[in-house]
């Protein structure tokens, strides 16, 4: 599954009012100018903009802060799970 840029993710958060001003893309950028690298996905009504952060080892962590957005399904947390995976994430918070 692709990652979205900013500008589709925003478009994403429009539908959902119930979003989180954690999850949007302005808040991704704001923790990416300390460090953090930002994905974000989507999978029918469901998305989460995820913020690795490195850690010794080669190894990651994965930070969902305030989601996911929309009513997650199995496949929504398997895409989450490779993604994680992909970024060689010790564990999601």
């Known amino acids: 599954m692709p990652e979205l840029t900013a500008e589709a993710w925003d478009d994403f958060l429009s ?36 913020l690795f952060r490195r ?8 930070y969902l802060p305030k989601g996911p957005v929309g009513d997650p399904t199995p496949e929504f947390w398997d895409a989450l799970d490779r993604l994680c995976r992909t970024r060689r994430a010790a564990f999601l918070k």
């Open 15 to 50: 539908r959902h009012p119930e979003a989180h001003l954690l999850q949007t893309a302005g808040w991704g950028e704001l923790k990416a100018a300390f460090g953090w690298d930002v994905a974000r996905l989507t999978l029918g009504d469901c998305g989460a903009q995820v």
């Open 55 to 62: 850690l010794p080892l080669g190894l990651t962590m994965a």
